[in-house]
């Protein structure tokens, strides 16, 4: 199996926003609408920030908004914050087993 | 709230079996989840090495899958992960989690992970 497709980086100033891409395949991204999404800060562990494509779980602000689209998902992050700086990961559902993506590292400017 | 916490040596000689426990609290390891192990080289990004069911099924990520065995003890409410051969490249923070299916079985996330925990392979 083969990593998921993200940037390696993208950047925002406080108060905009930015979108997060996640290329896979039929088989992963394209074939099940169970992708989510992880927010982690260093030294910390994954948080999760969305799954199954879009829904948000108790808690994570509704600045945080994910789609898809065929084989590739979008994470969106409006109203940018300084926390909000972190690595994003997506995560497919592959059959039987589950791919991450390589990870975007978000820079708040 | 469940909690999870990894245990197990922190530095493993290259050719050796690396060995992790993680043991669930506030909740039951018979639930409806599935119980993982992912990874993370220093520097690097996440990689899924496989899972477990309280049933025993498991499923493993296909590059590791020669090298790897999870397994399950009810009776303690913990799962484990044993790497054989292992080599520098499998120095990495090893984090376990549980794979929700969904309040309706359809679905696929990762809800709770514990903190991690820093294997080094070095002689």
């Known amino acids: 199996q083969s990593a998921l497709t993200q940037p390696r980086s993208v950047s925002g100033s406080p108060g905009q926003s930015v979108t997060i891409s996640c290329t896979g395949t039929s088989s992963d991204v394209g074939g099940y609408n169970y992708v989510s999404w992880y927010q982690q800060h260093p030294g910390k562990a994954p948080k999760l920030m969305i799954y199954?494509?879009?829904k948000r779980p108790s808690g994570v602000p509704d600045r945080f908004s994910g789609s898809k689209s065929g084989n590739t998902a979008s994470l969106t992050i409006s109203g940018l914050q300084a926390e909000d700086e972190a690595d994003y990961y997506c995560?497919?559902?592959?059959?039987?087993?589950?791919?991450f993506g390589g990870g975007t590292k978000l820079t708040v400017l | 709230q469940v909690q999870l916490q990894e245990s197990g040596p922190g530095l493993v000689k290259p050719s050796g079996t690396l060995s992790l426990t993680c043991a669930v609290s506030g909740g039951s390891i018979s639930s409806s989840n599935w119980w993982s192990w992912v990874r993370q080289p220093p520097g690097k990004g996440l990689e899924w090495i496989g899972e477990i069911y309280h049933s025993g099924s498991t499923n493993y990520n296909p590059s590791l899958k020669s090298r790897v065995t999870i397994s399950v003890d009810k009776s303690k409410n913990q799962f484990s992960l044993k790497l054989s051969s292992v080599t520098a490249a499998d120095t990495a923070v090893y984090y376990c989690a549980s794979r929700s299916l969904g309040a309706y079985g359809s679905g696929s996330y990762f809800d709770y992970w514990g903190q991690g925990t820093l294997v080094t392979v070095s002689s």
């Open positions: 995560c497919s559902y592959a059959g039987s087993h589950v791919v």
């Open positions: 199954d494509v879009s």
